[in-house]
Structure formats: structure tokens, C-alpha cells
């Protein structure tokens, strides 16, 4: 038993030896992975996407105003009119923080010495909520001190000045289980998927039976579809799955179209499909194809938004993530679960979706019958 599992050890290392392209992609995985890692396991949050409601418009709000963007922690992008303008800009995700200064505000600064604000924040990633309700904070005390003592002359234990109240959406109590969630239902999606799809063509291809394929009377058309098929089904399975273990043990509340999120995650599939197809046009074995499909799926899961926020990473890998397929897939299962918002808000990433599909499904075709 054990001299003939050592020959088929010995027989593993000469084959691993013998493919160069394995090789070339299983020693720079760990490269890519270190590298990866070093740039986004990161939660340091700086120039969050802040909206401002100045419903007082005095000189003491935009002191106050003024004293949040320069912290570094809060870029004031829009100044709003109304609430109903900050939950459009909250559901789309580009506003991750509000601030709401009341009407009475510098009046209250300036008779009582105390006055209120609100601070809106994205519960949807935990990380980011937990980093803009600290800056909230510690923003508002910095410029409570700085109006106890150089303002009004007063000492430190009056306690005047800015008396912040901040307030989660989507997620109050920040659980990671309702950010954690969303995404691996996005994943499910995307890697197996892709990893079935590339090892169903070259299983063929290893074992010399995908030349009898093609000599049957089928198209290749039908023949991509045909072997596809199954596998959309079997995520489609998993997808389900996942999310009524997410909501019954979990606890994860779904907020919105549970038919809507099916029929995107229909559509991400296609994208998988067409990466994986085009994996296998590529690779000549099964290995081969498992690890060609692994190290694609670094960057997808390091530069999606996944593990790490997307706000803490350089603005070149911030760039770089708009040709992840995978940003997209997490923005529509995180806004649908979480946030309950439809195709209204996520169009542009369904539109994304769509072009990454028919991109990958074309060059697959026409690479695929190239190589035949």
C-alpha cells in the first residue's frame, strides 16, 4: 500500500514538474496574495462620502461644517435641501455618512451654550460604520472644546458645545452576519460557477473525449449550453440555500425583492460562465484549470469590496476594482438585502453585469472555436 502510493506521488511531482504553466501560477499565488493583502487588510477610513443638511445656515454651522471636512475622515460632496434627497443618496451608496444641523442651532450655541446635531451613517459595512461613528465623535468633541475655550472664555468642565446623536441605517446593530452574508451569496455566485464551468470543458480536453463532442451532430452553441446548464442550476441551489441559512439561523432580515435578487444573480452567472469557458480554453488540464480560475479569483475577492472596504484602499486599486465583476454582484445583494432598494438604484450595476457577460460569453465563443 505504501510503495504504491508513493509511486503515484512520484507520478504527481513529475506531472507538476512537467506542466510550467501550473507552476508559474502556484508559486506566484502566494505573491499575489501577499501583495493583495498587504494594500487592503486595512480598516482605516479616510474621506467618507458625506452629505450636509444646513438647516440653520448660520456662521456656527458652517464652522462646524468646516471642522468635519477638515478631519480628513468626511469629504462633504453634497449639500442637501431635504431628507428625502439624503435617503436617495444613502440608498445609492454614494453618500456613507450625513450630518442633519437643525434649524436653532447657532441660537442654541449661543444662549444655552449646547445644541444637537444628527449624524446619519451606512450601517450596510460594519467596519466603515464603526470608523465614521468614532470620527463623528471625536470631530464633534474637538470642536466643543475648541468653542468652550476660545468662544465663550469657558472652562473645559462646563461641558458646552456639540452634543452628537448618531443613528445606523440598514444595519443599527452593525452584526457582521448581515455584511458577511450578502457577500458570500455574491461569491457562491461567482466561483463556483466559474470553477465548474472550466472543469467541465477541461475534463474533456484531458481525456480526449471532447473531439467525440464535437463529431456528434451538435453546435457548439448547444454544446456550451448544454454542459453549463447543470451547473447554473446547482448555484442557483446554493444561492438559495445560503440565504435561508443567512435569514433563519442568522438572523439576517431580507429587506427587499427576493425575485429581483434571483433574477441579477441569473445574470451574474453569465458572467461566471463566460470567464469560466474562457479559463478552459486555456488551460489543457483539470489542474491546470482549477488554478488558473484561483488566481482570477484573487483579485476579484481582495479588490471587491468582500473582506476589506473599498474606501480604505489606494485610489489606484479603487480604479482597478471598477473590472471586478464581483464590486457589482455585492453592491445589488447587499443593497437588496440590507438596504431593500430595486432596480431603480441598481440599474447601472445590472447594466454593468450585462456588459461583462456579453464581453466574456463573446471572447469565449470565439476562442473556443478557434481552438477546435
Do not use: C
Request: charge should be neutral; proline fraction near 4%; charged fraction near 15%.
Amino acid at each position: 500500500m505504501i510503495r504504491r502510493t508513493l509511486a503515484i506521488t512520484r507520478k504527481e511531482i513529475i506531472h507538476i514538474i512537467r506542466d510550467p504553466r501550473s507552476l508559474v501560477i502556484m508559486f506566484m499565488m502566494p505573491v499575489v496574495q501577499l501583495v493583495l493583502l498587504g494594500y487592503t487588510a486595512t480598516t482605516d477610513i479616510e474621506h467618507l462620502p458625506t452629505a450636509v443638511l444646513d438647516q440653520d445656515h448660520t456662521p456656527q454651522s458652517r464652522q462646524l461644517i468646516d471642522a468635519y471636512r477638515a478631519s480628513n475622515y468626511f469629504d462633504i460632496l453634497f449639500y442637501l435641501r431635504s431628507e428625502d434627497e439624503l435617503g436617495r443618496l444613502m440608498d445609492g451608496g454614494r453618500a456613507k455618512a450625513a450630518m442633519i444641523i437643525p434649524a436653532g442651532y447657532g441660537r442654541d450655541l449661543t444662549v444655552r451654550y449646547q445644541a444637537s446635531i444628527a449624524f446619519v451613517i451606512d450601517g450596510s459595512m460594519p467596519t466603515v460604520a464603526t470608523t465614521a461613528l468614532s470620527a463623528a465623535h471625536t470631530v464633534a468633541q474637538a470642536q466643543s472644546t475648541a468653542l468652550i475655550e476660545t468662544v465663550y472664555g469657558l472652562n473645559i468642565e462646563d461641558q458646552a458645545g456639540v452634543d452628537v446623536r448618531p443613528r445606523v441605517w440598514y444595519n443599527p446593530d452593525m452584526k457582521s452576519a448581515n455584511f458577511m452574508i450578502p457577500g458570500l451569496m455574491a461569491m457562491i455566485l461567482q466561483i463556483q460557477a466559474t470553477i465548474f464551468t472550466a472543469l467541465s470543458i477541461a475534463r474533456e480536453k484531458e481525456e480526449g473525449t471532447i473531439e467525440q463532442l464535437i463529431a456528434t451532430p451538435l453546435r457548439s452553441a448547444e454544446l456550451i449550453v448544454g454542459k453549463a446548464t447543470p451547473y447554473v442550476v446547482v448555484s442557483l441551489f446554493n444561492l438559495i440555500e445560503v440565504l435561508l441559512i443567512g435569514v433563519f439561523w442568522f438572523g439576517v432580515p431580507v429587506n427587499g425583492s427576493v425575485l429581483l435578487l434571483l433574477t441579477l444573480g441569473v445574470l451574474a452567472l453569465l458572467v461566471s460562465l463566460g470567464i469560466g469557458l474562457f479559463n478552459s480554453t486555456i488551460a489543457n488540464t483539470q489542474q491546470e484549470a482549477i488554478f488558473l480560475t484561483f488566481f482570477l479569483m484573487l483579485p476579484f475577492i481582495f479588490l471587491s469590496g468582500f473582506f476589506f472596504p473599498l474606501e480604505a484602499m489606494p485610489h489606484v486599486l479603487q480604479i482597478i476594482s471598477y473590472l471586478i465583476p464581483l464590486r457589482y454582484l455585492l453592491v445589488i445583494t447587499r443593497g437588496i438585502i440590507l438596504k431593500g432598494v430595486g432596480l431603480g438604484i441598481l440599474w447601472d450595476q445590472a447594466l454593468a453585469l450585462a456588459l461583462f457577460a456579453t464581453v466574456m460569453l463573446a471572447l469565449a465563443a470565439s476562442r473556443f472555436r478557434k481552438r477546435l
